[in-house]
């Protein structure tokens, strides 16, 4: 017993130690023979990895990029018809089945890749739309620098993602923050493995996770709400993304501490403000909601937790799921995501580069921005609002109008904490039998962005 007790703790710490040195612990590029400007800078070594391999591929990504977008289109307009290879398999269902919506933006987002990556202009004498597109301040920028950069974060970050989700780490660290879910944030403690999900993870998985509990009857709809909108946070690879389009991933570790305040904070304030501390504590299924108290046998949370992270462990069915699950998560990275940034990205760019209405809708943030003596505040107030359509365009507007570090390292996290994304989270939730609106999650927005300003910016003049 005590020889398979040391073989499943094996199993739980050497996993997860890998992972979190993967994953969360800063190191210099210098370490791994970078030489030249930035090799003392700080990143982490999955970056150090992508950067590897981007260089050595580098002059296909683009054509990749363009291939994956362009399949994730024909998919999912194929699985409309809902055919039987399609609705049988798990993966392809799970890909490339979603609403007509969704299709939509994602053929948008091929015609928008093939029409940039051929270069397909209108002429020097026609300045509309297409050109705004095509334009390598736009389009260019998103397929050339952006995807190129995603596809192979994606790849790697989804292939060693389960290292932190598949054995134990989140059912251990869930078990010992029981005891402050409740009191803190008003959720019950087994919610601590989709927040955890969704910090170390993915978003979109944890906003999964908290619906299957919703329709389940485990939370109810105050309780599915507050999770889905405030614990779905960014993750460890979309942040990594965004601080390095802003050319700052020497500031990775005070970066990702600030946006880890940043999200406690919001998530002890926005569930007892309006419009989350309006909703009901009333459950789709009667009687399944879990008590909170230590299960009898057990001494301590963290007993608990380890006995959770051994049960997980004891599950898992080898080398074939741990290559399976990445996979998974790479597959639905690529053809889920990119399309999405592809349009949205593109669009939201255009706009921003090309008219004033994000200017106009900034300029309510402008006296705050000031207040705070933010440098360079009208470019900073463009991004304020563009981040409910895309989390990546605040990044990329700031990477190409601002020149102090502050003020991009200032948007890189409210582009993070600001967290309600049309692209992702908020469709997800959107389309799920979760009870928000659209103008609930824009309003949420709103708060978490004023929130986020009110704390990032003292913490950015200290380091600047």
């Given amino acids: 017993m005590n020889k398979n007790r040391n073989s499943l703790m094996a199993g739980f710490l050497i996993p997860s130690i890998i992972g979190i040195i993967l994953f969360m612990i800063p190191v210099k590029k210098s370490f791994f023979g970078a030489t030249g400007e930035g090799a003392k800078d700080w990143t982490i070594m999955v970056k150090i990895l992508a950067d590897i391999i981007s260089g050595a591929i580098g ?39 979603t609403t007509p919506i969704w299709v ?11 029409l940039t990556y051929l270069e397909v202009q209108a002429g020097e004498e026609y300045s509309g739309p297409l050109n705004w597109i095509t334009n390598p301040d736009d389009g ?25 989700l598949d054995f134990g780490l989140l059912e251990f660290v869930g078990a010992l923050l029981t005891k402050v879910m409740r009191p803190l944030f008003r959720i019950p403690g087994r919610a601590a493995v989709d927040c955890f999900t969704s910090w170390i993870g993915d978003g979109t998985l944890g906003v999964m996770l908290t619906c299957n509990q919703y329709e389940g009857g485990y939370y109810s709809t105050r309780e599915a709400s507050i999770i889905a909108t405030t614990f779905s946070a960014v993750s460890i690879t979309f942040s990594i ?15 990702y501490l600030t946006v880890c305040l940043i999200g406690v904070v919001c998530a002890i304030i926005c569930p007892r403000i309006p419009p989350l501390s309006l909703k009901k504590d009333t459950y789709l299924v009667e009687g399944k909601a879990m008590p909170e108290t230590l299960p009898d046998g057990f001494n301590s949370s963290a007993d ?7 049960e997980r462990v004891a599950e898992h069915k080898g080398v074939g799921q741990f290559v399976s699950n990445g996979l998974k998560n790479m597959v639905g990275m690529w053809f889920g995501v990119m399309p999405v940034v592809m349009c949205i990205g593109t669009l939201a760019l255009a706009i921003a580069n090309n008219t004033e209405i994000f200017t106009w809708l900034g300029k309510p ?14 470019h900073a107030s463009k991004t304020m609002v563009v981040g409910f359509t895309d989390m990546f365009t605040p990044a990329i507007i700031a990477a190409g109008t601002v020149k102090s570090e502050m003020t991009k390292f200032i948007i890189a996290v409210i582009s993070v904490t600001q967290l309600i994304y049309l ?25 978490r962005t004023i929130i986020s300003l009110l704390i990032v910016a003292p913490i950015a003049h200290w380091i600047f």
């Fill in 140 to 164: 260019g920028f998103v397929l050339g620098d952006l995807l190129t950069t995603l596809v192979i974060i994606f790849a790697i970050a989804s292939l060693l993602l389960p290292l932190l």
């Fill in 241 to 255: 993304v965004v601080l390095a389009q802003v050319d700052l991933m020497q500031y990775f570790g005070p970066y």
């Fill in 304 to 310: 608990y937790g380890v006995h959770l992270a051994l």
């Fill in 59 to 97: 002059s296909i990504l683009p054509i990749l990029c363009v291939i994956i977008v362009t399949i994730s289109a024909i998919m999912s307009v194929i699985a409309l018809g809902k055919p039987k290879f399609i609705t049988e398999n798990h993966l392809l269902k799970d890909t490339f089945s």
């Fill in 104 to 114: 939509v933006i994602r053929v948008v987002g091929a015609v928008f890749a093939w």
């Fill in 365 to 378: 943030f402008m006296p705050l921005l000031n207040l705070l003596d933010i440098p360079e505040a009208v």
């Fill in 423 to 447: 692209s992702e989270v908020g469709g997800l939730i959107l389309g799920s039998k979760l009870p928000v609106n659209i103008g609930e999650l824009f309003l949420i927005f709103l708060e």
